[in-house]
């Protein structure tokens, strides 16, 4: 139910406040492991599950949790705004939940890949619609600004809650490859289950937000096409020089699908009501400069965990478990970098700072990883990943408080979801970019030979190859390194400023959320 209240008056005190934080944190923790945390442990799931065939279907099961979640996220965006975030929130949290439930209890692979895309479609809203929260607890405990803007609390909310989200990045795979090898499998979900239900738990008892008392519309039309984009794209660029060639008709028939239901989403933007992702947001310089940025690091990012990982696995013959343990300097510097960040902006400097010498440092980061070759000391790699950590940090931790300050307060949802989404498609380009450059300049490098037999070959034969991928993989870094480049370039052009949007007059009014 709902009721009026005070704007004067806290909707939450300092200790439920407290534990809010600790509620959202623990969810986005829960997220990004589980959407990385399984890609360590894909064979072992396959033998168990489907000795003769399960292999064959790895890309759906790895795919099943990114789809769901990409696609959703313009409509979560849409229905905090409209419904209030508690209520998306707590859907999002119950789907997670039942989907970890059933992925654990799933005797199949295709019972399997249907559980992953419901946990996926919670776990896009854990990772978005956590950030929108986060934003509100400013407003919830009363140090929040008019019309529920975020005030310093809600900021601080919301990088720590992007710090956290990186740091899962990083470490998920060396969990799931510890779980994989020392426990059985089913760990990885049901893992999930105590932790997600005091959460929500936590939440149905604590939060109270605000909720704008305006009737609005969900353009589910709307919702839809940017669903049927994303998952198209997503299908495309994930497939794409591997199950399929990049000529072959299901390649080319997912580029026709991506390219037409883009347009069509874009028109229906202009026509609807009140549209998922309105065109207007990208008239507001810190958002269009804040989205783009966010796609680019979406990229390299993937370059960066992905190539690395290979490096350390098909070059130096490290295991899965030991080669995750060097993403580990890269979580402290994500960690420690990030949150003195929040501490400075809290005391006056500019976000505008951080972001810049972010995009600087992660380009400067992979300069250095393209330097590297079958001897390379592996303290570079390690120092090379700690200040890569430290330049994602900053990114992450300052540029969604960044685009939250800038948006309206009705559309802070839409703002918040639009940051994941504009990541997710980085993801999807990078790794199709990258994928096919690497593979091209093998190829030019070992004619005939393909990367995927590197760990088969002996002597001579295992050298050339490995000389050939190296030489590829620098060049992949070199690309990655020169898109890093291209977001400082976009990060120096962000306004220094970041007053919020003046907000509609309804907002002026605020219910909360029970």
Same mark, same amino acid.
Request: one cysteine or more; glycine letters at 12%; proline letters at 4%.
């Given at each position: ?26 969810t ?14 894909t064979?072992?799931i ?12 790895i ?6 949790f990114a789809?769901?979640s ?24 119950a ?5 970890? &439930? ?49 005030g310093?609390?809600?900021?601080k909310?919301s ?5 956290v ?7 998920g795979?060396w ?10 499998? *089913?760990?990885?979900f049901?893992?999930?289950? #105590? ?27 709307g ?11 997503l299908?495309?660029?994930s ?35 009140? #549209?998922?992702?309105p ?20 990229a390299? =990012? =993937?370059g960066a ?17 030991a ?6 300097p ?5 960690t ?13 400097? *500019?976000m ?35 200040? =890569? ?7 992450i ?30 993801? &999807? ?9 690497? +593979? ?7 004619p005939?030979?393909?990367? +995927? ?8 034969? *295992? ?9 590829? =993989? ?18 120096? *052009? ?21």
């Open positions: 139910m709902t009721k009026t209240t005070n704007t004067a008056r806290p909707l939450m005190t300092k200790t439920q406040t407290l534990i809010a934080m600790a509620v959202c944190i623990a986005i923790l829960l997220a990004v492991l589980d959407m990385n945390i399984v890609s360590a442990a064979v072992p396959a033998r168990d599950l489907d000795p003769a065939h399960g292999v064959d279907k890309p759906w099961l790895i795919s099943a789809l769901a990409a696609a959703a996220l313009p409509l979560y965006g849409k229905l905090c705004d409209t419904l209030g975030a508690k209520k998306v929130f707590v859907g999002a949290v789907a997670f939940l039942l989907g970890s &439930a059933l992925c654990g209890a799933a005797q199949s692979m295709t019972e399997l890949i249907a559980a992953r895309a419901l946990q996926g479609l919670g776990g896009g809203g854990l990772m978005s619609v956590t950030m929108v929260v986060l934003a509100q607890l400013g407003t919830a405990d009363g140090k929040g600004g008019k019309s529920g803007k975020s310093k609390s809600g900021n909310g990088g720590v809650g992007g710090i989200a990186g740091t899962g990045m990083a470490i795979p969990i799931g490859g510890t779980l994989a090898d020392h426990a059985n499998w *089913r760990w990885i049901y893992i999930n289950l #105590p932790l997600g239900i005091a959460a929500l738990i936590g939440a149905v008892l604590v939060l109270k937000l605000p909720v704008s008392p305006a009737r609005h519309r969900i353009d589910y039309l919702a839809a096409l940017a669903a049927a984009f994303t998952s198209s794209l299908l495309a660029t497939w794409g020089g591997k199950q399929y060639a990049w000529g072959s008709p299901e390649i080319v028939g997912l580029l026709v699908a991506c390219v037409l239901t883009l347009a069509l989403f874009l028109r229906r933007q202009t026509t609807a009501a009140e #549209p998922v992702l065109l207007s947001m990208f008239k507001v310089p810190q958002l269009r400069y804040g989205f783009a940025i966010q796609g680019l690091l979406g390299a =990012m =993937m965990l992905v190539y690395v990982m290979i490096y350390l696995q098909a070059v130096r013959g490290l295991a899965p478990a080669s995750g343990l060097y993403l580990v890269m979580a402290l510097g994500m420690a970098v990030g949150l003195a960040a929040g501490r400075l902006t809290d005391r006056g400097w *500019r505008k700072t951080f972001v810049l010498t972010g995009t600087v440092a992660s380009a400067l980061a992979l300069a250095v990883l393209a330097t590297l070759d079958a001897g390379t000391s592996l303290w570079q790699v390690r120092g090379a990943l700690l200040l =890569m950590g430290c330049g994602f940090g900053l990114l931790g300052q540029l969604i408080p960044y685009v939250q300050n800038a948006a309206p307060a009705h559309q802070l949802g839409i703002a918040t979801t639009s940051i994941r989404f504009f990541q997710t498609l980085g993801n &999807a380009l990078g790794a199709a970019v990258f994928g096919t450059l690497l +593979s091209r300049v093998y190829e030019a490098k070992v005939g030979g393909s990367t +995927s037999t590197i760990a088969h070959l002996t002597g001579a034969a *295992r050298d050339t190859a490995v000389h050939g991928f190296v030489s590829a =993989m620098d060049v992949v870094f070199l690309v990655a390194a020169g898109v890093m480049a291209v977001a400082a370039v976009l990060a120096a *052009r962000l306004p220094a400023e970041t007053r919020p949007v003046p907000s509609t007059p309804v907002e002026s009014k605020q219910l909360v959320d029970a």
